[in-house]
């Protein structure tokens, strides 16, 4: 049932092309907005307050990234998501560097307590602190294996109301109703910067048309990046595969190739 339903949310995605607005870091932007365009969504990468509110009026999703965090930045972000709870839309948070330094960790908790539709998307060490516990990190990388975040992730769905995606080399995500773990990926994703960015953003387009748990969007990227890794000689050709087989995926590759399970 849940293979059928991300197969599905594929095809949903193409048909109806959800429009994304994006806050998201200087880093990340061209990959990801490539990633959206690839599955089939359209990407607007949106950073002025001057056109938020009527942006979020017609948007399906907003996804916030605080990568490149700044006090320019985050009056932006906590407007954006005051205009996305004033449309019922909902708030796609990627704490990247939660634990890295207090102004990262003080604005996600901020920005985690304000959305009232939230799913959260980041790796082990980023859910571990933004629940308040001890994480081990350097800089945005994690040191933390997704499993170690298990418990965290389930306080966060508790305090927020939230949808939890861990990734890492096994993905889970975490709902009230169940924890779903996915197998795909590869060894290689790590080395290509913005991965867990592009999940980010793809999470966006999947709940723009209705997944507001996050598992369509990890299961396609674990799936595509598995199989882009295939292919490639390394991190660089890695990203060029990754978005053609985003471009070709079909719902027959996608249910034949996902390692899923429920916990």
């Not at 049932?1 to 991300?6: P, R, T, V």
């Not at 972000?77 to 709870?85: F, L, P, T, W």
């Amino acid at each position: 049932m849940l293979i059928e339903q991300i197969t599905q949310a594929l095809t949903a995605v193409r048909q109806q092309k959800p429009l994304v607005v994006n806050i998201t870091n200087y880093v990340v932007m061209n990959n990801t907005a490539n990633a959206l365009l690839a599955i089939g969504a359209s990407p607007i990468m949106a950073h002025s307050k001057q056109e938020m509110a009527e942006m979020m009026s017609f948007a399906g999703a907003l996804v916030i990234n605080i990568g490149t965090l700044d006090s320019v930045w985050t009056p932006r972000m906590i407007y954006a998501v005051e205009q996305a709870n004033s449309n019922g839309k909902i708030v796609v948070f990627d704490p990247v560097g939660c634990g890295a330094s207090s102004l990262r960790t003080e604005t996600s908790r901020e920005i985690a307590r304000l959305a009232n539709k939230l799913i959260i998307r980041g790796n082990a060490s980023e859910i571990i602190t933004l629940a308040g516990e001890q994480a081990q990190s350097k800089g945005v990388d994690a040191l933390d294996s997704s499993d170690a975040a298990l418990g965290a992730a389930h306080f966060l769905v508790e305090e927020y109301g939230a949808s939890v995606v861990i990734s890492g080399e096994t993905d889970y995500i975490v709902t009230k109703e169940q924890t779903v773990q996915l197998n795909n990926g590869h060894e290689m994703m790590p080395y290509v910067t913005g991965m867990g960015c592009t999940l980010t953003a793809l999470t966006g387009a999947f709940a723009a048309i209705g997944d507001e748990t996050g598992l369509a969007a990890a299961a396609v990227l674990g799936v595509v990046g598995e199989i882009a890794a295939e292919q490639a000689r390394g991190p660089g050709s890695l990203q060029m595969h990754l978005l053609d087989e985003l471009y070709q995926l079909d719902e027959e590759t996608l249910a034949t190739r996902l390692k899923l399970q429920v916990r």
